[in-house]
């Protein structure tokens, strides 16, 4: 016969295996059903939390105290079984005489483990076998705050009714939760008990703000039904409908202007949902938003208008949907903005948005209008190498060989940057192939000292000269 350890760990390790047949031969040689390891957990806390319903029974069977607690944190096996969803083990071991009120070192209760994991099954069996709802831990908190700080709404519903003390909290601690889970149907409850549904929290976010955030409509929509604040700011000045506009939430962004949503206001920046609708490329909203009448004219503090930043982004489709909008006595000084040294139409030709600098040659941008450096339409057209831009803009009636601030023409910038059929087309079109820069260079001396050497023998087929 073994020693009394060497029995014990092989009964552990026969329990931890699951092992029915050698866990009831070891107990009838005289196992001891109280075996532990060196951290004080039980064959049967063991049992519990694998679900061995059948290795439990034997073992309770056999003198197992339902109610030790373990060396090291004060665990029983009901806590064991509730923390690990094993309702069967918790129904017996409830049978079988465990204390549903027992609490661990930390002051916690087989209650507060079964609320923090969710498990309302286990928290009504636990419920119904007497388990005070309002047992308070070291930390302060009860079953029905553990049930709120991890979004369990149903479970905290379930310990009010069973009688939970609902303690004053901040309307934070309760609204942000149900709001952050997703199921609008736990918000009336909550809001009947009278909380603020515009509190904030540390970055000024309102419950609707979150909602948003979140593209959660049916929760916006019973947030505005109990009086939430549509207007209201965070700390970046930013309100539910400019988070809807930047996430081109359609649905929200209606039902928030229904409500009387502020279309007009900008965030600390100066953007507007407008703005945000555009630079984030949602087509609908930009729609939505122009047809309640938001304002096209609008600047951020950059000095952006909605028009430059749909130039920026390369969203030709909108600026299609903003120009109309453009009221006549503005339209020129608009079209013809400068912002950073750039103009909406520079900004499309340095895209490579040919639809984009079609509008805007359309509604009457300035070809002629040139950026910083000097530098017209058609140089940069030139300097990115976009043939198809430039085709456009030859359309209009233009010099070709107007020179920037260094005495660089389209050609030249073409021939610097390599676009060999840049240079073609500009050639073909009566370029002069031969002025030269401020520097003294030709093209075809910026062609030679970048390699670009396909350039070279055009222009040199041209008649170009050294």
């Given at each position: 016969?073994?020693?009394?350890?060497q029995r014990d760990t092989t009964l552990?390790?026969?329990?931890?295996?699951?092992?029915?047949?050698?866990?009831?031969?070891?107990?009838?040689?005289?196992g001891n059903a109280n075996a532990k390891d060196r951290d004080g957990v039980t064959v049967l806390m063991?049992?519990?939390?694998?679900?061995?319903?059948?290795?439990?029974r034997v073992l309770v069977q056999r003198g197992a105290d339902v109610n030790y607690a373990s060396r090291r944190y004060g665990i029983t096996a009901l806590m064991v079984a509730a923390a690990h969803a094993q309702l069967d083990c918790a129904r017996f071991l409830l049978q079988s005489g465990a204390n549903v009120n027992a609490q661990n070192e930390d002051g916690s209760t087989a209650l507060m483990a079964a609320t923090q994991m969710g498990d309302r099954s286990m928290v009504k069996l636990l419920c119904h076998h007497g388990a005070d709802v309002n047992v308070i831990d070291r930390s302060g908190d009860t079953a029905w705050k553990l049930a709120l700080s991890q979004n369990h709404l149903e479970i905290a519903e379930d310990l009010r009714e069973a009688g939970a003390t609902l303690e004053p909290l901040p309307d934070s601690s309760i609204l942000f939760p149900v709001v952050a889970s997703g199921r609008p149907e736990g918000l009336p409850t909550w809001l009947d008990m009278g909380l603020n549904v515009n509190v904030c929290n540390e970055s000024g976010e309102t419950p609707l703000m979150v909602a948003t955030d979140r593209g959660d409509w049916q929760m916006v929509e019973l947030l505005i039904r109990a009086g939430a604040n549509v207007n209201a700011r965070n700390s970046d000045g930013s309100t539910a409908l400019m988070?809807?506009?930047?996430?081109?939430?359609?649905?929200?962004?209606?039902?928030?202007l229904k409500a009387g949503a502020d279309i007009y206001t900008g965030d600390r920046d100066g953007e507007t949902a407008l703005h945000l609708a555009v630079l984030e490329g949602h087509q609908d909203m930009v729609k939505l938003l122009l047809g309640w009448g938001a304002d096209v004219h609008a600047v951020n503090r950059f000095g952006d208008v909605p028009l430059m930043l749909a130039a920026i982004q390369g969203h030709s489709e909108i600026m299609t949907l903003l120009v109309p909008r453009i009221s006549r006595d503005r339209r020129d000084a608009l079209l013809n903005a400068k912002i950073s040294g750039e103009t909406p139409l520079s900004l499309a030709i340095r895209q490579g948005d040919l639809n984009a600098v079609q509008i805007l040659l359309n509604s009457g941008a300035d070809i002629h209008l040139t950026t910083e450096g000097g530098k017209t339409p058609l140089m940069t057209a030139a300097e990115v190498g976009n043939v198809a831009i430039i085709e456009r803009l030859l359309l209009t009636p233009i010099d070709l060989n107007l020179q920037d601030e260094k005495g660089a023409t389209a050609l030249m910038w073409a021939a610097h940057r390599g676009h060999q059929f840049a240079v073609q087309l500009l050639i073909e079109r009566g370029a002069n192939i031969n002025?030269?820069?401020?520097g003294g260079c030709t093209a075809l001396m910026l062609a030679e000292f970048n390699r670009h050497h396909e350039i070279v023998k055009l222009l040199r087929a041209a008649g170009a000269q050294e």
């Open positions: 016969m073994g020693s009394t350890t552990l390790r026969a329990v931890k295996t699951g092992n029915l047949i050698n866990t009831r031969a070891l107990l009838a040689k005289g063991f049992a519990a939390q694998a679900g061995y319903l059948e290795i439990l988070a809807a506009a930047a996430q081109g939430q359609l649905s929200i962004a209606s039902a928030l002025l030269k820069h401020r």
